[in-house]
């Protein structure tokens, strides 16, 4: 034993002392923390712990209405599915359905209500209660109501179909204002003024893809956002590789490739605006060709002599024998359809366009067939499909503001200010109104100009229906219910109308407690149309199954038999498309396109949407414009130089990508980025080619033309990375690419190293 | 020349000491803090004892853990359960008291879990159920206990108290039972 003494021995208990603490608090420090089990207080009826629960509801991203099925655990929306039991996407969803979940959890969302509290855009506000909030705005309301000058409110939603449409309905007439506008800035208007000049209905056929063996697409990109893009790609597919054991065969005319136009077997470009002078074209040689035998094939003869093949080459730039080879297949393929919108019903000639596309279907008698186009019939359901404002109802809005004839604005989802070319200058028309008032979920730039905020449920929390348009050839119901318990301070749209309701003592018109009531009472109306096997099981099974399944259909179904009324022939005609700019000054057209990822830009905030790649260019997060590698090499640009786009009517910035499926003369660029508000995900990023857009309309409809901009493009001599995930788009002789030409004989894909497209001379 | 390192060892002697009684001292603590605070029966907020329930009253497990056949996990009842009997039985006792309480706030019960898995391992009740494996196998004599303690299997078959579970726990009782893909990574790592 070694010597210590005293002094060094206590050292040692000291030090041996402090370390044994010290390991003590080792291990304490290295103890997993403490886990709780909070059980329920009273457990729900409806959910287990650690078991899902799906609720079907209606998906609300888009105006298509797809059914959705919600898997919720510990009540909590976890996955959104497509509802397999709902005609229209029949289990499908799109990406931007299965997003709606960032709807929801959005970090962005407003909390609750919401006061202005400096100027205008400013962004400052301040949290009040509701009962503040209501309290301003329906006094407000009340006393003008009294007064009599209930017109003088005006309301701005988005599309809404269903019992919250009527409400919208009921609530203004009872204020005494005619001012309730639903805007949505992708509404076809041109297809439901050509159809309801053709068939003399206001509302829109069902196009049968599931069955058709021959689509002829007139710029309708069917397969990312026509009308409803999920049935569309269902039948797509049917069509393609179902049952039958002929293959759909489909044709894509635009300027520019569409995801459709890709998926497409043949994808032509006519000039841009003359795709109804070529489906004229082709109506012409069926007529002269004798394959029409109609009662009225002489009318049709005379109406149609301008639009000889050889004349319509000339016009639209597609070959003759494209023209006539595209007719008599239109005929020898049965059956065949024919639709239209996307670009080629946004011209200033489009209803005539869509027309000129009803006149093929006519003539190769797809009109009542199946794999051609069904007639929806008269829809029974209460709920009428709403009135939506075109792009110059809108102007009238904006003029009557500025008149100060507008003086309260109630805003529901609708993002004007976004979605409106700087031309029509709505945004500074909201500083004529007094009080601007927004139920969005969202600071979205029409929001941020608003005084007062009451901030609506999203859809995944509220209750709703959906009668989706068009039809499926018979009427389709949807109940949308809450999937998950609100999240927040806010409310559900409905159950804000009718608070405004009771407090301008109108409620006995209004006489539901809340929107689930509202709903109830107006499904109960449904059922007690019902057959008598319906009205045996009573209302509540009956009530408690179009839950359960999410849908409910009935079996009516639409006229077959159609009879053209003469006067149409006669009115048959394509002029040609008026573009704003000389074509000196602004040598290029401009295509803007809506993104499959934003739709018209409500999906921007989502940052699933924002990372996925554009399924055409792989470009993701930034706006960008396309354009034709030839038009790119003339202008001494590569991908990535940014260039100005420059119209009439304002200047846009963006990064160059070549795109070799273009026209020379065209550029296009998608629409949904550049917002300047809407959250983190979505502010600064990209440009919103709508600003610059030329306030150009379809004089029939009053449609925005929003492809007649013509545009100049100036290089900027800066560049920018744009994120992609693709390398190149050439196959550099990787064989990736295999071509094969009608006869079966291989093709090498060497040399191949663009998409052949039509030349056409600027 | 003769060179020596003892000189210098002997410097370095009271420095090696004092390392030796640092570490034995670290070790000491820590598994002093193992042996006496193992926090495998953790104090809860209501002294509810399984004796009591499972044992001596003999109420099956499944009765008040309802989920355990239809879900992954197993379920705490709700206060209502609770309270569902002992608005009349034994009402004047204190932990009774204390569990009235929460009833009357209508706050939840905060258990602190016990027996818990990493987040990687999917393991479910239900087809453990299923498969009629008792619940003791597992949870070890829980009727025996009046708190409720970590245990987990030993090798031999017998309950091992304190010992949180390991996967070759799994396995062993997998193998012995020869489970239909018992054995496979993805039955359990998904």
């Given amino acids: 034993m070694p010597n210590i003494d005293r002094r060094d021995f206590l050292k040692l208990v000291g030090a041996g002392g402090v370390s044994v603490g010290a390991g003590f608090m080792l291990r304490e420090a290295n103890k997993d923390a403490t886990e709780y089990l909070i059980p329920h207080v009273v457990a729900p009826e409806d959910f287990s712990s650690g078991l899902a629960t799906w609720y079907n509801s209606v998906c609300s991203m888009c105006p298509a209405g797809c059914g959705i099925s919600v898997r919720t655990r510990e009540g909590l929306a976890k996955k959104i599915e497509g509802n397999p039991a709902h005609p229209v996407n029949q289990g499908g969803l799109c990406s931007l359905g299965q997003a709606g979940l960032q709807v929801l959890y959005n970090p962005d969302r407003l909390t609750g209500p919401l006061k202005q509290t400096s100027a205008r855009g400013s962004g400052s506000f301040e949290q009040i209660t509701w009962d503040e909030g209501l309290d301003q705005l329906g006094s407000r309301l009340d006393l003008l109501r009294a007064a009599r000058r209930g017109n003088r409110v005006a309301m701005l939603t ?46 829109l056929p069902y196009y049968d893809l599931h069955n058709t063996r021959m689509l002829l697409s007139f710029g309708a990109d069917y397969l990312t956002n026509w009308i409803s893009p999920v049935h569309h790609s269902l039948g797509f597919g049917e069509s393609r590789q179902g049952s039958s054991n002929e293959r759909g065969r489909f044709i894509q005319i635009e300027p520019r490739m569409s995801a459709s136009g890709a998926a497409a077997d043949e994808w032509l470009a006519a000039k841009p605006g003359t795709e109804g002078i070529l489906a004229l074209a082709l109506a012409n040689h069926i007529v002269s060709e004798g394959n029409y035998a109609g ?242 099981q009573g209302f509540d099974s009956f009530w408690t199954s179009v839950l359960r399944a999410g849908v ?146 379809e004089p029939i409809t009053g449609q925005l033309a929003s492809s007649a901009t013509r545009v100049n493009i100036v290089p900027t001599g800066r560049r920018s990375k744009l994120v992609k995930t693709s390398g190149t788009s050439r196959d550099l002789g990787r064989e990736i690419v295999q071509f094969a030409d009608v006869n079966g004989v291989e093709l090498s894909s060497a040399g191949s190293n663009s998409i052949p497209i039509t030349e056409v001379t600027a | 020349m003769n060179v020596s390192i003892v000189p210098s060892l002997k410097k370095l002697r009271p420095v090696a000491m004092l390392v030796i009684v640092v570490l034995l001292g670290l070790v000491l603590g820590y598994w002093a803090n193992a042996a006496f605070l193992p926090g495998t029966s953790p104090e809860q907020p209501i002294a509810f004892s399984h004796r009591i329930h499972a044992g001596e009253n003999e109420i099956p497990c499944m009765y008040c853990h309802t989920q355990a056949r239809l879900s992954p996990s197993a379920g705490v009842p709700s206060v209502s359960k609770c309270v569902g009997c002992h608005l009349e039985i034994a009402t004047e006792r204190p932990q009774i008291r204390r569990l009235m309480s929460y009833w009357d706030n209508q706050e939840p019960i905060p258990w602190v879990k016990v027996h818990d898995l990493p987040d990687f391992v999917h393991f479910t009740h239900k087809r453990h159920v299923l498969a009629e494996v008792e619940c003791q196998t597992c949870h070890g004599p829980v009727e025996t206990m009046d708190r409720i303690r970590l245990t987990s299997r030993a090798a031999d078959g017998t309950a091992q108290a304190n010992h949180p579970w390991e996967m070759g726990q799994c396995l062993s009782c997998h193998r012995e039972n020869e489970v239909e893909n018992g054995t496979d990574c993805w039955t359990c790592h998904k």
């Fill in chain 1, 295 to 536: 009662a009225d094939r002489a009318d049709w003869a005379v109406a149609l002599t301008d639009y000889t093949p050889a004349k319509a080459a000339e016009q639209t730039g597609i070959p003759q024998s494209t023209i006539t080879r595209l007719a008599d297949s239109f005929i020898d393929i049965q059956p065949s359809l024919a639709i239209g919108g996307g670009a080629a019903a946004n011209h200033s000639n489009g209803v005539d366009t869509l027309m000129a596309v009803n006149v093929l279907n006519y003539l190769a008698g797809n009109i009542g067939q199946e794999g051609g186009l069904l007639l929806n019939p008269e829809p029974t359901s209460v709920v009428s499909q709403q009135q939506q404002a075109s792009y110059s109802t809108l102007l009238e809005f904006a003029e009557a503001a500025r008149q100060g004839e507008i003086d309260v604005l109630i805003l529901n989802g609708s993002n004007p200010v976004f979605t409106l070319p700087q031309a029509s200058e709505f945004r500074e028309a909201l500083a004529s109104i007094p009080l601007v008032v927004s139920l969005s979920s969202f600071l979205d730039e029409t929001t941020a100009m608003a005084d007062l905020i009451l901030p609506s449920h999203t859809y995944l929390e509220s209750w709703g229906d959906d009668f989706p348009e068009p039809g499926m050839g018979f009427p389709v119901g949807a109940v949308s219910q809450p999937v998950v318990s609100p999240l927040y301070n806010t409310r559900a749209t409905g159950d804000i109308i009718l608070a405004l309701a009771r407090q301008m003592n109108v409620g006995t018109a209004l006489p539901w407690e809340n929107m689930e009531e509202c709903i109830k009472d107006g499904w109960r109306q449904i059922y007690e149309r019902g057959d008598a096997q319906t009205l045996a």
């Fill in chain 1, 158 to 203: 988005q599309g809404v179909r269903g019992h919250l449409a009527q409400l919208f309905d009921n609530f203004m007439r009872q204020l005494g204002s005619q001012r309730l506008l639903h805007y949505d800035f992708n509404h076809p208007h041109t297809l439901y003024a050509a159809n309801q000049r053709f068939f003399g209905q206001d509302r």
């Fill in chain 1, 552 to 697: 409910w259909g009935e079996t009516a179904a639409g006229d077959s038999e159609f009879t053209l009324d003469r006067s149409v022939i006669s009115n048959i005609g394509v002029q040609a498309p008026e573009f704003s700019g000389s074509e000196e000054d602004f040598p290029f057209i401009l295509h803007p396109y809506l993104s499959p990822n934003f739709y018209d830009g409500r999906g921007a905030n989502l940052p699933w949407m924002q990372e996925r790649p554009d399924p055409m260019t792989s470009v993701v997060y930034g706006s960008w414009v396309e354009m034709n590698p030839s038009t790119a090499k003339e202008l001494d640009l590569i991908e990535g130089d940014l260039v100005d786009i420059q119209s009439l009517h304002g200047t846009v910035r963006a990064p160059v990508y070549l795109y070799p499926a273009i026209m020379p003369n065209v550029v296009a660029m998608p629409i949904g980025q550049g917002h300047q508000e809407f959250g983190r995900y979505a502010k600064d990023r990209g440009v919103n080619p709508i600003e610059i857009l030329s306030p150009e309309i």
